[in-house]
């Protein structure tokens, strides 16, 4: 078994973590942790972690200043509860950059919005088949 754990480094890891656990009905494994955080699924799989800027020495990390945040990025999830992960979007009154619509690539429903640190987040419902 293969998995990916995608860092993105954020300005505040609390509020990062609270956004990603909304959109996504996740879970965190670091509660009130300032530096680093684990987005996971129900099943202790991770889809996220967020890490403060500049913490812990990681070039990549060390400064938002180094560039722009999320040039080159979009974090897509595939999720299986489509229709409900649109609603919590709209709660949280996420910057939408895209509405529901059929991607072009999966010939799915997604649809895009933005995180508190201005990364594109796109939601792509799951192929039944």
């Known amino acids: 078994m293969k998995?990916?754990?995608?860092i993105i480094a954020v300005a505040n890891v609390a509020k990062s973590s609270a956004?990603?656990?909304?959109?996504?009905?996740?879970?965190n494994n670091h509660?009130?942790?300032?530096?680093?955080?684990?987005?996971?699924?129900g099943d202790g799989t991770v889809l996220v972690c967020v890490h403060h800027w500049g913490d812990h020495g990681h070039p990549s990390l060390s400064n938002p200043?180094?560039?722009?945040?999320?040039?080159?990025?979009?974090?897509?999830?595939?999720?299986?509860?489509?229709?409900?992960?649109?609603?919590?979007?709209?709660?949280?009154?996420?910057?939408?950059?895209?509405?529901?619509?059929t991607d072009n690539g999966t010939l799915m429903r997604a649809f895009v919005v933005r995180?508190?640190?201005?990364?594109?987040?796109?939601?792509?419902?799951?192929?039944n088949e």
């Open 115 to 127: 995180d508190p640190d201005g990364y594109y987040v796109a939601v792509n419902e799951i192929r």
């Open 19 to 27: 956004w990603y656990m909304k959109l996504l009905n996740g879970k």
């Open 3 to 6: 998995r990916t754990w995608p």
């Open 65 to 101: 200043e180094h560039g722009n945040v999320g040039k080159g990025l979009l974090l897509w999830f595939v999720v299986d509860d489509f229709d409900s992960a649109w609603e919590r979007a709209k709660t949280m009154k996420a910057e939408v950059e895209e509405t529901p619509h």
């Open 31 to 41: 509660p009130g942790a300032t530096v680093f955080d684990q987005i996971m699924d």
